[in-house]
């Protein structure tokens, strides 16, 4: 069963890329949809074996892999609760997208080549989530990067999609290199990259207090003793998790990867690639564990990329910006739950994310299927009639993101259970940044709930803004793209009240199955459940009041938002153009890069390299050849001159010669 649920998105990567053009693009539609329904159904199977049922984790080998020296490496699938709620979410998400892709993309004319690509995407996600080592996990994680690479350039004419899939492609590369050097680290200390290995001896280094020179080791010029060297190593891989998951300062991509077509945006934003940095750090929480440092640098960066995201998403105007945005802030959550050392919350809400973030991005893909292409948001309006079904989707996506739910309750959407139950770990927890990624999450509460509503009001709401022509075609989706909403607003809705107590309640234990580590003096778990009332409300009151000044902003008194934005220009042209990371970054590092590889290009290459070498070797015979074509003149005396000349030459060397 486990094979199939891994390889049957990589059979349908291969038969519609190598055979699309001969199937026609509706077998390619069917047969890449159709393997990948049937993987999502054995991944539900798998969950409810595994997760909700009595089977033990266990390991499924595929091949021998790699055997150099100590280097052991087979390519195995680790099954326990963790990879079969990351199967669950992969594979739904994949599935619906590939359903809801045959109606947007129906006119398209590469139809084969993009859902092989939606496929590959797949499947490298698959490797990387059933890695039962860090080598394996690499190549799953390369694979998320190329076939991300390869999405988001799919409309590789446009040069905007060129830039986009360029920039995903270099951003990560960064945040790769800090995963190759953990991983390297990793086997230096351990002596193995198998997660068996590391788990079971991962917590003897870090106590091990010998700081002799046998036991220490060397990293930018420091001696670290081993405790120090596995921080480093947290560090490493976290730098990884950093450019996969889109966390500040490595988020610049996110954004810019929108010019995907749209069912691309669900699966990188909800299920794919974002994901992968908390899959990894919930995967090696034996290890994260055990540093408090790298802890509290998760902690810090996931709450400020989920502040930094929210504000940014306030006053963006493509519709898929700022979901975009939401995606980046929610990911924040997801990692603050990590430093935190509460695993089980953080991939709950990754859980729960991927259901409302998918019908979010799917929705949105509708209505711009509905206006002509149309994603301004500033150009919609009054669409909350001509496509019903459509609006009460994002309704229904968009309570569920912002936690509408009755606090200190067990009534609510997917979003209230496992986002207010972060906030409320932030709060209990006895972490040195604690207090500050408590503050910065409840207001970045509130920002998500302004911003959503704004999104659904300026789309919906008031009076039509777009032209008479778009508005008179306006139409709802068709059913192969609405019924994979409906599915996703059942999750947005139920995921989390019914699991909630597998996920982090009463049957906690017997659902993970010890897939997720925690030292015994963390007690998180139960602490978040005795927090003061006061704290489990600011997340609602924090999203009331977001929905409130939404409402008075761009229904009650439209003109409101432009006079704010006059009035503070300087604010609004900063969150506008995202704290200007961008322009930082092409100031430090694009510019620079571009005038050094001018110079070697002009300067190194031309002048030094081809100067000197073929181009001024190839010029010296060109002259000499000049100069020999000017005696071949045609004149029969010239020749016999010079044949005299030669014959002198001859005797001349005869005679001096002979006499030496």
Same mark, same amino acid.
């Given at each position: 069963?486990?094979?199939?649920?891994?390889?049957?998105?990589?059979?349908?990567?291969?038969?519609?890329?190598?055979?699309?053009?001969?199937?026609?693009?509706?077998?390619?539609?069917?047969?890449?949809?159709?393997?990948?329904?049937?993987?999502?159904?054995?991944?539900?199977?798998?969950?409810?074996?595994?997760?909700?049922?009595?089977?033990?984790?266990?390991?499924?080998?595929?091949?021998?892999?790699?055997?150099?020296?100590?280097?052991?490496?087979?390519?195995?699938?680790?099954?326990?609760?963790?990879?079969?709620?990351?199967?669950?979410?992969?594979?739904?998400?994949?599935?619906?997208?590939?359903?809801?892709?045959?109606?947007?993309?129906?006119?398209?004319?590469?139809?084969?080549?993009?859902?092989?690509?939606?496929?590959?995407?797949?499947?490298?996600?698959?490797?990387?989530?059933?890695?039962?080592?860090?080598?394996?996990?690499?190549?799953?994680?390369?694979?998320?990067?190329?076939?991300?690479? /390869? =999405?988001?350039?799919?409309?590789?004419?446009?040069?905007? $999609?060129?830039? *986009? @899939?360029?920039?995903?492609? &270099?951003? !990560?590369?960064?945040?790769?290199?800090?995963?190759?050097?953990?991983?390297?680290?990793?086997?230096?200390?351990?002596?193995?990259?198998?997660?068996?290995?590391?788990?079971?001896?991962?917590?003897?280094?870090?106590?091990?207090?010998?700081?002799?020179?046998?036991?220490?080791?060397?990293?930018?010029?420091?001696?670290?003793?081993?405790?120090?060297?596995?921080?480093?190593?947290?560090?490493?891989?976290?730098?990884?998790?950093?450019?996969?998951?889109?966390?500040?300062?490595?988020?610049?991509?996110?954004?810019?990867?929108?010019?995907?077509?749209?069912?691309?945006?669900?699966?990188?934003?909800?299920?794919?690639?974002?994901?992968?940095?908390?899959?990894?750090?919930?995967?090696?929480?034996?290890?994260?564990?055990?540093?408090?440092?790298? /802890? =509290?640098?998760?902690?810090?960066?996931?709450?400020?990329? $989920?502040?930094? *995201? @929210?504000?940014?998403?306030? &006053?963006? !105007?493509?519709?898929?910006?700022?979901?975009?945005?939401?995606?980046?802030?929610?990911?924040?959550?997801?990692?603050?739950?990590?430093?935190?050392?509460?695993?089980?919350?953080?991939?709950?809400?990754?859980?729960?994310?991927?259901?409302?973030?998918?019908?979010?991005?799917?929705?949105?893909?509708?209505?711009?299927?509905?206006?002509?292409?149309?994603?301004?948001?500033?150009?919609?309006?009054?669409?909350?009639?001509?496509?019903?079904?459509?609006?009460?989707?994002?309704?229904?996506?968009?309570?569920?993101?912002?936690?509408?739910?009755?606090?200190?309750?067990?009534?609510?959407?997917?979003?209230?259970?496992?986002?207010?139950?972060?906030?409320?770990?932030?709060?209990?927890?006895?972490?040195?940044?604690?207090?500050?990624?408590?503050?910065? =999450?409840?207001?970045?509460?509130?920002?998500?709930?302004?911003?959503?509503?704004?999104?659904?009001?300026?789309?919906?709401?008031?009076?039509?803004?777009?032209?008479?022509?778009?508005?008179?075609?306006?139409?709802?989706?068709?059913?192969?793209?609405?019924?994979?909403?409906?599915?996703?607003?059942?999750?947005?809705?139920?995921?989390?009240?019914?699991?909630?107590?597998?996920?982090?309640?009463?049957?906690?234990?017997?659902?993970?199955?010890?897939?997720?580590?925690?030292?015994?003096?963390?007690?998180?778990?139960?602490?978040?459940?005795?927090?003061?009332?006061?704290?489990?409300?600011?997340?609602?009151?924090?999203?009331?009041?977001?929905?409130?000044?939404?409402?008075?902003?761009?229904?009650?008194?439209?003109?409101?938002?432009?006079?704010?934005?006059?009035?503070?220009?300087?604010?609004?042209?900063?969150?506008?153009?995202?704290?200007?990371?961008?322009?930082?970054?092409?100031?430090?590092?694009?510019?620079?890069?571009?005038?050094?590889?001018?110079?070697?290009?002009?300067?190194?290459?031309?002048?030094?390299?081809?100067?000197?070498?073929?181009?001024?070797?190839?010029?010296?015979?060109?002259?000499?050849?000049?100069?020999?074509?000017?005696?071949?003149?045609?004149?029969?005396?010239?020749?016999?001159?010079?044949?005299?000349?030669?014959?002198?030459?001859?005797?001349?060397?005869?005679?001096?010669?002979?006499?030496?």
């Amino acid at each position: 069963m486990y094979h199939a649920i891994v390889f049957l998105p990589l059979a349908g990567f291969l038969i519609a890329g190598i055979f699309g053009r001969a199937i026609g693009a509706k077998a390619s539609e069917f047969v890449t949809s159709g393997f990948l329904l049937v993987a999502a159904l054995l991944s539900w199977v798998a969950f409810f074996q595994v997760g909700l049922g009595d089977t033990a984790a266990f390991s499924v080998p595929v091949l021998r892999f790699i055997e150099v020296g100590s280097l052991d490496v087979s390519w195995a699938f680790r099954i326990d609760t963790l990879t079969t709620v990351m199967l669950v979410v992969v594979n739904s998400v994949s599935a619906l997208v590939h359903a809801y892709s045959i109606g947007y993309m129906h006119h398209d004319p590469h139809r084969p080549r993009f859902f092989a690509y939606l496929s590959l995407f797949t499947f490298a996600m698959l490797m990387l989530v059933t890695s039962d080592n860090l080598v394996q996990m690499f190549f799953g994680w390369e694979g998320v990067g190329l076939a991300s690479y /390869l =999405l988001i350039g799919f409309w590789f004419k446009k040069p905007s $999609a060129n830039a *986009a @899939a360029i920039k995903a492609f &270099v951003v !990560n590369r960064v945040g790769d290199f800090g995963f190759l050097l953990g991983m390297f680290g990793v086997y230096v200390m351990f002596g193995s990259v198998n997660f068996d290995t590391i788990f079971a001896n991962a917590a003897a280094i870090a106590q091990n207090p010998d700081t002799s020179g046998d036991t220490m080791f060397q990293f930018l010029g420091w001696s670290l003793t081993q405790a120090g060297a596995l921080t480093a190593i947290c560090l490493l891989l976290f730098m990884g998790a950093m450019g996969k998951s889109a966390q500040v300062p490595l988020h610049t991509w996110l954004p810019d990867a929108m010019e995907g077509p749209t069912p691309v945006s669900a699966l990188i934003h909800a299920a794919t690639m974002v994901t992968a940095g908390v899959f990894m750090l919930a995967r090696l929480s034996p290890v994260f564990e055990l540093s408090d440092t790298a /802890l =509290l640098v998760v902690t810090i960066i996931g709450a400020i990329t $989920a502040f930094f *995201a @929210a504000t940014v998403g306030l &006053v963006q !105007n493509d519709i898929k910006r700022v979901i975009a945005y939401s995606t980046c802030s929610q990911l924040g959550y997801m990692f603050v739950a990590l430093g935190l050392g509460f695993y089980s919350a953080a991939v709950f809400h990754l859980f729960t994310h991927a259901f409302f973030k998918a019908l979010l991005f799917l929705g949105s893909g509708s209505v711009i299927h509905a206006v002509s292409d149309e994603q301004d948001m500033r150009k919609m309006g009054g669409l909350r009639k001509l496509i019903p079904t459509t609006y009460w989707m994002m309704i229904i996506g968009t309570i569920a993101l912002t936690g509408v739910g009755l606090p200190a309750t067990y009534i609510g959407t997917a979003g209230f259970f496992s986002k207010d139950a972060i906030i409320e770990g932030a709060f209990a927890s006895s972490s040195a940044a604690a207090t500050f990624a408590f503050i910065m =999450l409840v207001v970045a509460a509130m920002f998500t709930s302004f911003y959503s509503w704004r999104l659904i009001f300026l789309t919906f709401h008031g009076q039509p803004r777009a032209s008479e022509e778009v508005m008179h075609h306006v139409h709802e989706s068709p059913p192969v793209m609405l019924v994979p909403l409906y599915l996703l607003a059942v999750g947005a809705l139920f995921s989390g009240f019914v699991f909630y107590g597998y996920f982090l309640g009463d049957n906690y234990d017997g659902f993970w199955q010890g897939a997720l580590f925690t030292l015994e003096d963390n007690h998180i778990l139960h602490d978040y459940h005795s927090v003061p009332f006061w704290v489990k409300a600011s997340p609602f009151a924090a999203m009331i009041l977001g929905f409130l000044l939404a409402y008075q902003f761009y229904i009650r008194s439209p003109e409101t938002p432009k006079r704010l934005a006059a009035q503070h220009s300087g604010l609004y042209q900063f969150l506008l153009n995202k704290w200007y990371f961008d322009e930082l970054y092409d100031f430090i590092f694009v510019r620079p890069a571009k005038r050094l590889g001018h110079f070697l290009w002009k300067k190194g290459d031309g002048v030094v390299i081809d100067g000197f070498g073929p181009n001024g070797i190839a010029a010296r015979v060109v002259d000499i050849t000049d100069r020999v074509v000017k005696m071949q003149t045609g004149y029969l005396y010239h020749y016999a001159f010079a044949m005299l000349i030669g014959v002198a030459a001859l005797v001349t060397w005869m005679m001096l010669g002979g006499s030496l």
